[in-house]
């Protein structure tokens, strides 16, 4: 869902939706923020280090990846119950708010492609 320049210059929060639910996410400090992209760079660059080195190239796609994609999400989203939201959503459903998530999280237009290359493995 595509947000409004109202909407990210007021810091609504991020609506999402896991196991059929709407969540709503506040936006992190700076500093959290910071934190929170410095973990997302390190996972990417654990993923294609893994990917070039490793002949098991599928256990890094289809375990891997959906795992880190996990905890890159509620690393940002630290109001969620994490037990709960995997009881209840899909992984497809995850993507979509890991994806929303990462439009968030950037709004000084950092680069999208790189980062959204994650979920997409998943489909």
Request: proline content about 5%.
């Amino acid at each position: 869902m595509e947000r409004t320049e109202e909407q990210i210059l007021f810091q609504d929060p991020l609506k999402v939706i896991l196991g059929g639910k709407e969540y709503s996410l506040p936006p992190l400090t700076i500093a959290e923020a910071r934190v929170w992209r410095k973990k997302l760079v390190e996972a990417l660059n654990s993923i294609t280090q893994r990917s070039s080195e490793t002949s098991d190239r599928f256990s890094t796609l289809l375990i891997e990846v959906p795992e880190m994609t996990s905890d890159l999400f509620f690393a940002y989203a630290k109001t969620l119950k994490r037990e709960e939201v995997e009881a209840n959503a899909t992984e497809g459903e995850l993507v979509i708010a890991f994806e929303q998530v990462v439009d968030y999280a950037r709004p000084l237009a950092l680069t999208k492609g790189l980062t959204t290359a994650i979920p997409r493995a998943l489909q």
